[in-house]
């Protein structure tokens, strides 16, 4: 079948008024983002769906784009006839007929939004369905769960007909909750938190730590291709590495070794708020799990937490290693994530690091350092990455679920 638009249906769009508007522009901006490098579609966003006309796209390309876009619930491809009731009849058979095996239920549904046409819905529904049944003599209607669906809408400029919906990724738009900084290590935990949070519609960006020569080029490598598997949910993302050579050489020698790591983490998360101050940025998302490590328990948690008052958010906090897996394998991160490139954390960590560091101790020992001295050197020397994705993410639409209409 030749589709003649996709029909967009919106997610949690529980808000109304202004938030709904925001909703709508935004999704409405990331979804022209994303299908930029085709001319031929013109977009329009309504107020309870958005229409994609394809002027010959192919619609599979597009329904691939779609799929990974948060804020979207579901989408149908549709086709777009005039509105003769004839023709609407013969369009309806003929999408039956695609799905059609012996013993396969199906139902018409008709929703009118001009009213000047000539036939009501329950006029529609049976002209179609009675056409359907006269020319596939042994199909049975069903109205509660029918599994072949064909809904039919009767719009301003013409008839438009699908048989099919796709499930869309869910979420709110990335952009509708506000800007965030990510500490994105090369990890299995922080490209999740990072796709956890841009479903809940923030913006990220990424900060990322490196130690040269300590850690290798493939190390930062590693972080960037785990961004470009993330900027597929949001157009793009700005990548910000940060160099940290100079700091872990200093904590290494003047502060003792249960503390190593505490104040490793507290200049992490001090250099990535000043970061997020720079580039006005409202919170801090990171991929700490309580209990997984000796650096996430609650007290070392509270030990790094000290420098800021700034939000931090860690989506994966309560979530066993087992199912933070299954998203990352879900999101294709999972298998970048356990090549054996180490980061600057391992290299630097100490065989028994604290795993009840105290505050008061932590500011003792950092008291010891110029703090300030090494923060505006590695500021100084961040550089700033924008991330894009590439097309080879594009996998088959396969998902079909059941219409909501
Ligand atoms: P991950 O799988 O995300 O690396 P992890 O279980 O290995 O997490 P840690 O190494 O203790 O845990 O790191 C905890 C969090 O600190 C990470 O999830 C990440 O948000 C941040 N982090 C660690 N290393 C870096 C780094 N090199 N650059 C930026 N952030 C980092
Ligand atoms: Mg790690």
């Known amino acids: 079948m030749e589709y003649t638009e996709i029909m967009v249906r919106y997610g949690e769009l529980s808000t109304k008024g202004k938030n709904r508007r925001n909703f709508i522009d935004r999704l409405h901006g990331n ?34 784009h779609l799929k990974v876009i948060f804020g979207i619930q579901n989408f149908s491809p549709s086709i777009r006839i005039d509105k003769d009731l004839t023709a609407i009849k013969e369009l309806a058979f003929q999408l039956v007929l695609e799905q059609y095996q012996p013993g396969k239920t199906f139902k018409i549904t008709t929703k009118r939004a001009d009213h000047q046409f000539e036939y009501d819905t329950n006029q529609i529904n049976l002209a179609v369905g009675d056409y359907v049944s006269d020319n596939i003599p042994d199909i049975q209607a069903e109205m509660r769960q ?79 291709d785990l961004t470009v598997k993330l900027a597929k949910y949001a157009g793009n993302i700005q990548f910000i590495q940060v160099p940290f050579t100079e700091i872990q050489e200093t904590i290494k020698q003047n502060v003792p070794e249960g503390y190593l790591m505490t104040i490793q ?20 998302f990171n991929g700490e799990a309580v209990g997984q490590v000796a650096s996430q328990t609650l007290e070392s948690m509270v030990a790094i937490n000290d420098v800021t008052t700034t939000p931090i958010l860690r989506p994966v906090a309560t979530m066993d290693k087992t199912d933070i897996i299954k998203i990352a394998e879900k999101i294709d991160t999972f298998d970048l994530s356990i090549k054996p490139f180490e980061d600057c954390c391992t290299i630097f960590a100490p065989p028994r690091p604290k795993t009840k560091p105290r505050v008061d101790k932590a500011q003792q020992f950092e008291a010891q350092l110029d703090v300030a001295g090494l923060m505006e050197r590695a500021l100084k020397e961040i550089e700033v990455t924008n991330i894009t994705p590439f097309d080879s993410y594009l996998a088959p639409v396969d998902e079909q679920i059941s219409s909501l209409l």
């Open 31 to 64: 979804v022209e983002k994303v299908l930029y490098k085709y001319p031929d579609l013109r977009i329009h966003p309504k107020r309870d769906r958005m229409h994609i006309i394809l002027n010959g796209t192919d619609a599979t390309t597009i329904m691939n």
């Open 146 to 224: 029918p599994d072949i669906k064909i809904q039919v809408e009767i719009r301003q400029d013409g008839a438009y007909l699908s048989s099919k919906t796709f499930k869309g990724a869910g979420g709110l738009p990335v952009g509708t909750a506000g800007k965030a900084e990510l500490m994105l290590s090369g990890g299995i935990d922080s490209p999740v938190a990072g796709y956890l949070a841009m479903k809940r519609g923030v913006d990220i960006e990424m900060v990322h730590f490196y130690s040269p020569p300590y850690t290798s080029e493939h190390a930062l490598q590693k972080a960037k």
């Open 265 to 284: 983490r507290r200049f992490m998360l001090r250099l990535t708020d000043a970061i997020r101050q720079q580039r006005q940025a409202l919170a801090i």
